[in-house]
């Protein structure tokens, strides 16, 4: 059985957005059309509280995109986006969520950030996803979405790690591409032994 799953196509990651991805809405129609290919279809939903600590706002003399060193490891931070409720962490409105059988929330826990759909940043904390799709004996998985190089790229890697037959449809993905960050996510993803198409 063979999953798409659709990471983070929101408001904030498309142009007018507050993490805006250049062309992050070019991908909407596409993936719609995509959706009828698969047994099963699954939204991710970066969805922060709004002192979220992974917000350069929380860090005072920070700007969005410098990097601090969390409990966890190092940490890019953002323009706030994505709080939860807000329209900017709304599905972008075209985007046929309706045919979602599953929404994961990821990014809720003020203290730790989380790309993955499958993971924390910590890399320990799950989000319960590798459950859902295990026991529903999905295990092929095809990844699309927003942020190719974060978000797309993280849930990909733990996928492989955690046995799944892993695909990501770069045609249906867009990159931030910080400081060739979207090569070597290319380059980890492949190491990794996700399918790139
Ligand atoms: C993402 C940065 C911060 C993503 C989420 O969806 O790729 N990137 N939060
Ligand atoms: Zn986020």
Not at 142 to 170: M, Q, W
Request: charged share 20%; with cysteine; aromatic share 8%.
């Amino acid at each position: 059985m063979h999953a798409l799953i659709v990471i983070d196509v929101q408001n904030d990651f498309c142009p007018g957005g507050a993490l805006a991805v250049t062309e992050g809405d070019r991908i909407v129609g596409p993936i719609n059309d995509a959706m009828a290919g698969f047994d099963a279809v699954i939204l991710t939903q970066d969805w922060h509280p709004a002192e979220h600590s992974s917000f350069a706002s929380q860090h005072p003399g920070k700007a969005p995109l410098e990097q601090v060193e969390m409990p966890y490891g190092p940490q890019v931070l953002w323009p706030d986006h994505c709080v939860q409720g807000s329209n900017g962490a709304a599905f972008h409105p075209a985007l046929d969520a309706n045919r979602a059988e599953m929404v994961i929330r990821k990014g809720f826990r003020p203290q730790i950030d989380s790309y993955s759909a499958f993971f924390e940043n910590d890399h320990a904390t799950p989000t319960g996803l590798e459950g859902y799709l295990k026991t529903r004996g999905l295990q092929r998985l095809t990844l699309v979405g927003l942020a190719t190089d974060f978000c797309v790229a993280f849930s990909a890697i733990d996928a492989v790690r955690l046995g799944f037959e892993v695909t990501v449809n770069e045609a249906l993905c867009r990159g931030i591409d910080l400081g060739g960050s979207l090569t070597a996510a290319r380059e980890r993803m492949g190491a990794a032994g996700v399918t790139l198409t």
